[in-house]
């Protein structure tokens, strides 16, 4: 079953823009990350944030935790259109079944 | 990082028959793991490959559908078995070197079942 839920769904922006994709899940976690699939290839890790974390930047990206919330945000700034792809988030429990789950994407479209 | 590589790519099969996919990384990792994706959906895990010893399935496989080999630390296939038109999907390797760390997957086996 899926432990996030990621919204939005879909994304369309101009080039240029910024991108920002949420994800909330259900239980307490180890670890969130964030994950990048192109159409018609596998995944690409992009960030790992740690329970104990709140915010962490990689390049043009910058990942938000609340876990209070249990959301995490991903942004992703001055959008270039070979950031077209579909992106998801991955949580590791804290119930020693340490497998990755992953939500359900959102799927961003870079309009040039 | 590691690299992943996964065959076949994609292929077409009849159904009742069984297909292997095969999943090679370029160094030795602890963990191995085995996914399906519906096209344009979430990623579902299928089961953790153990090395030298029996895969650990999650909730809704099991390994006489899907027996899974691994071994060594850098190989591991995934059969599935009497294969149906609802086996059709994608079907995922992934690669870590320790829990709680990131996965590295590979591009995928597309399978369609006639």
């Known amino acids: 079953s899926q432990q996030g839920e990621e919204d939005p769904q879909a994304l369309s922006i101009q080039e240029g823009e910024n991108a920002t994709m949420n994800c909330s899940y259900k239980?307490?976690?180890?670890?969130l990350q964030w994950y990048r699939q192109n159409s018609g290839r596998g995944l690409v890790h992009l960030i790992l944030?740690?329970?104990?974390?709140r915010e962490k930047h990689s390049g043009r990206l910058r990942v938000t935790l609340d876990t209070s919330k249990k959301s995490s945000s991903l942004l992703i700034t001055a959008s270039r259109a070979a950031d077209t792809a579909s992106y998801f988030c991955?949580?590791?429990?804290?119930?020693?079944?340490?497998?990755?789950?992953f939500g359900t994407g959102t799927r961003l479209t870079i309009i040039p | 990082s590691a690299v992943i590589s996964q065959k076949p790519s994609r292929d077409i099969c009849q159904r009742g028959t069984s297909l292997t996919i095969q999943c090679q990384v370029d160094?030795?990792?602890?963990?191995m793991f085995w996914y399906r994706q519906q096209p344009g959906q979430s990623l579902t895990l299928i089961a953790t490959?153990?090395?030298?010893?029996?895969?650990?399935?999650e909730s809704g496989f099991v390994i006489d559908k899907f027996p899974i080999s691994r071994p060594n630390l850098t190989f591991s296939t995934l059969t599935v078995s009497n294969m149906s038109p609802e086996d059709s999907s994608i079907y995922l390797c992934?690669?870590?070197?320790?829990?709680?760390?990131?996965?590295?997957f590979g591009d995928g086996t597309r399978l369609s079942i006639l």
């Open positions: 992934s690669a870590s070197w320790a829990l709680n760390q990131p996965q590295h």
């Open positions: 239980t307490s976690i180890n670890n």
């Open positions: 944030i740690r329970s104990n974390e």
């Open positions: 991955a949580t590791i429990t804290n119930f020693g079944n340490e497998k990755l789950t």
């Open positions: 160094s030795q990792v602890t963990m």
């Open positions: 490959a153990n090395q030298g010893s029996e895969a650990t399935y």
